[in-house]
């Protein structure tokens, strides 16, 4: 069964730093990239960025380029995601995904990890 588990998540204080993972496993289907998002209260769900698991390619949304870089390893089947330079307005429930295309034609959900930017 395809499974993908967040971690890294936790409070940090505006300026901070935090790390995520995201674990894949069991996949069947092909997938070709892992993406990840976040959803805020009251907001509807962002795709921040994806990598590509052929090339390591990736892409980021205009509000999160500079701060976040994804990166991969392919022997442990985990995507991360290095932010930066945290923003009260980056506080959301982060997930993350694999697709047949960056952000598109998800075939899997994360259960998602709360990041709260606060002082």
């Not at 209260?41 to 090339?55: N, T, Y």
Request: proline share 3%; with cysteine.
């Amino acid at each position: 069964q395809a499974q993908l588990v967040e971690s890294g998540g936790g409070l940090v204080q505006p300026g901070g730093s935090l790390r995520l993972s995201c674990a894949a496993s069991g996949f069947t289907s092909d997938y070709y990239f892992i993406g990840w998002y976040r959803q805020a209260p009251g907001k509807e769900r962002e795709a921040m960025s994806c990598i590509s698991k052929i090339d390591g390619s990736a892409e980021y949304a205009d509000s999160v380029k500079g701060r976040f870089t994804i990166s991969r390893d392919n022997a442990k089947n985990t995507v991360y995601l290095q932010m930066n330079n945290l923003k009260p307005e980056d506080t959301a429930v982060y997930y993350c995904a694999a697709s047949v295309f960056c952000t598109e034609h998800v075939l899997s959900w994360g259960q998602g990890t709360q990041v709260t930017v606060s002082s």
